[in-house]
């Protein structure tokens, strides 16, 4: 669950030159700029904000140093403090995305040292690779899919109307013009056909002619979409399976080479006939034709590059990885961890299916609550990798009722939304909103701070009622003042954490 309450915002649509609209691009922003795209999302926080900022922009400065200077600028990583659901991760991914960047977020305390059953560190790094050819993949396919789309238009068409042709085409119908005879004695005479009078060529041209008449027809009915539900006949390929195969993998997770894919790509591929309708047709061939068009081996070599210098991965959960010094048995999930992160943030290379990556230029951004370890539990070494550190505030009453009206993708503009779907109205009243924040502050007060997650909490238990009968009532109009809030949430109020009572 994200460390955000509104998360889910819609997606963004992409520009010609694969840029987010509506956003500056990265040679445009500047720190304040950065922070001021983040507010559109974020409530508060102002230290962290400020210092992402910094090392996002700092990032396109060290770009344009000289290029003897330029590798020897290592990123300032960063360390978050602050409970959960404050904005820590929402900062990060909204950086991520503003920058275009490959970003991947993994829990720390996933991790196990490396020669135990687990995941390996150097596995993230393998994850933020994936991620980033995904992401140069879709910007190729953003590039070509008009070509794309046309020539499936062709292919469609192609399926609907067979092409006539004499059987073996032009070559046919020369060999057909040049004809032998062979007597029952063995002799050989050839003989030349006549060619074809201008009737009957005329006949061919007027079938042409109407055959380009019904593939207009055709054309156009596809671009209506109105032919979805014919079938056509379509080819595609099917990889031999390998459920039956016995493969031994001795090491679990740790040998992350994606072998099962490996090997199926080295599998002989076959073709199967399937009858399918037009809309999964186009579907099939769109896939097929974007492979053709899209040049994979620039595509990985543009996503290295893009993981090597913009990549940014999230460490969620550092502190739960944090001490274990002087504890009995081995320490495979907290000071074992560690020693294995440092060389992947001091910067190592790291093998992966698409080749070497390189770490040296990836920005870490590490995150932790610190109720019980504190950032000085951490091995030396690696708080010397994480320079920066900020602490993220406790959200308060004022900053719920800020949290819900005032981020473009805020909880109260979603739920609108969704009751607008129904053909209904909702209205939240200034007085409503404020009763809405301070239970969400007040249950946090009582039991375990999560911070802006209450809100969803609160939020499902208010409007789980009106939008279950929502459908079935003539009601149109619905209003949520602070009298309706407290009628609606009194049992949550008033429930009492009784687990404190109990040894």
Known sequence: MPDHPQDAEPTAAASEDGRDEGLPWLDELTPRQIVAELDKYIVGQEAAKKAVAIALRNRWRRQRVAEELREEIVPNNIIM???????????ARRLARLAGAPFVKVEASKFTEVGYVGRDVESMVRDLVEVAVNLVRGEREDEVQEQAEQRVEERLLDLLIPPVEPA???????????????????????????????????????LKERRERTREKFRQLLRD??????????????????????????????MDFNLMEMLQDMMP????????????????????????????????DDALDRAEQMGIVFLDEIDKIAGGEGAMGPDVSRGGVQRDLLPIVEGSTVQTKYGIVHTDHMLFIAAGAFHVAK????????????????????????DFVRILTEPKNALLRQYQALV??????????????????????????RMENIGARRLHT?????????????????????????????????????DEDLRRYIL
């Open 81 to 91: 403090i602050g409970p959960t659901g404050v904005g820590k991760t929402e900062i």
């Open 168 to 206: 073996g085409g032009a070559d046919a119908r020369a060999a057909a013009a040049r004809a032998f005879i062979v007597s029952s004695a063995g002799g050989v005479q050839e003989r030349h056909e006549e060619p074809a009078s201008p009737a009957d060529e005329a006949e061919a041209q007027r």
């Open 225 to 254: 979409h109105k032919l979805e539900e014919r079938e056509v006949e379509v080819e595609v390929q099917q990889s031999a399976p390998l459920e039956n195969m016995m493969i031994p993998l001795g090491g679990g997770e740790g």
């Open 269 to 300: 591929k076959r073709t199967k006939r399937r009858q399918v309708t037009v809309a999964e047709a186009r579907r099939i061939l769109l896939q097929d034709e974007l492979d053709k068009l899209i040049n994979m081996d620039e595509v990985v």
């Open 375 to 398: 950032p000085s539990d951490l091995i030396p070494e690696l708080q010397g990798r994480f320079p920066i550190r900020v602490e993220l505030k406790s959200l308060t009453e004022a």
């Open 420 to 445: 607008a779907a129904e053909g209904a109205t909702l209205e939240f009243t200034q007085d409503g909103v404020a009763a809405i924040a301070r239970t969400a502050a007040s249950v946090n007060d």
């Open 458 to 494: 609160v939020l499902t238990n208010l409007l789980d009622d009106l939008l279950f009968d929502l459908p079935d009532t003539a009601e149109r109009q619905v209003t949520i003042d602070a009298a309706t809030v407290h009628d609606r949430l009194k049992a949550v109020v008033e």
